[in-house]
T-cell receptor
Framework: NAGVTQTPKFRVLKTGQSMTLLCAQD?????MYWYRQDPGMGLRLIHY???????AKGEVPDGYNVSRLKKQNFLLGLESAAPSQTSVYFC????????????????FGDGTRLSIL | GIQVEQSPPDLILQEGANSTLRCNFS?????LQWFHQNPWGQLINLFY???GTKQNGRLSATTVATERYSLLYISSSQTTDSGVYFC??????????FGKGNQVVVIP
């Protein structure tokens, strides 16, 4: 059971380049999330999804787009990378209340370290 | 939005010592999790504890939801306990708001 898998693990981009981070989960979770972690700070929510075909903005959505075309995958896109987007990105997933009857813990991937020069 | 404050921000422990980490939050919550981020950056689920007390080996956690705080206890600390401990609380749709973490260093 792989859990939550993020690809790639590391990436270096130049300012203005675009890229997509992939998150895949094999636990049949309805909910998926993208967070970023900057030095000395906790994780901050970028975007999230409560089901296939749905997405919503989190705390820090500017400069990012997401898509959830399949239940098991959640993609995070940077259309024009900026140095301020240098960060470690974490994907997470969880069951919904509808699936389990109550809130359930989130499970995290190992992170993607992204540097933008 | 909901505020999550963790204390102390930094803690140095001698191996074998006990410690308590605290998480205060500004509103009622349905979900609270404690995570350990190890030196490799991985986030490890420690506890899912919206209320009550749970124990897992040398670690235990207590959440008093009515008073809006949670405590994480580390007993007989080991060097492998080093890292950052995060408290996170739910903001609806199971979205988590994280505190800034407790940096723990255990020295042999």
């Amino acid at each position: 059971n792989a859990g939550v898998t993020q690809t790639p693990k590391f990436r270096v981009l130049k300012t203005g380049q675009s890229m997509t981070l992939l998150c895949a989960q094999d636990m049949n979770h309805e909910y998926m999330y993208w967070y970023r972690q900057d030095p000395g700070m906790g994780l901050r929510l970028i975007h999230y999804s409560v089901g296939e075909g749905t997405t919503a903005k989190g705390e820090v959505p500017d400069g990012y787009n997401v898509s959830r075309l399949k239940k098991q995958n959640f993609l995070l896109g940077l259309e024009s990378a900026a140095p301020s987007q240098t960060s470690v990105y974490f994907c997470a997933s969880s069951y919904s209340k509808g699936q389990w009857g109550s809130n359930q813990p989130q499970h995290f991937g190992d992170g993607t370290r992204l540097s933008i020069l | 939005g909901i505020q999550v404050e963790q204390s102390p921000p930094d803690l140095i422990l001698q191996e074998g010592a006990n410690s308590t980490l605290r998480c205060n939050f500004s509103d009622s919550v349905n979900n609270l999790q404690w995570f350990h981020q190890n030196p490799w950056g991985q986030l490890i689920n420690l506890f899912y504890i919206p209320s009550g007390t749970k124990q897992n080996g040398r670690l235990s956690a207590t959440t008093v939801a009515t008073e809006r705080y949670s405590l994480l206890y580390i007993s007989s600390s080991q060097t492998t306990d080093s890292g950052v401990y995060f408290c996170a609380v739910e903001r609806g749709n199971n979205r988590l708001a994280f505190g800034k973490g407790n940096q723990v260093v255990v020295i042999p």
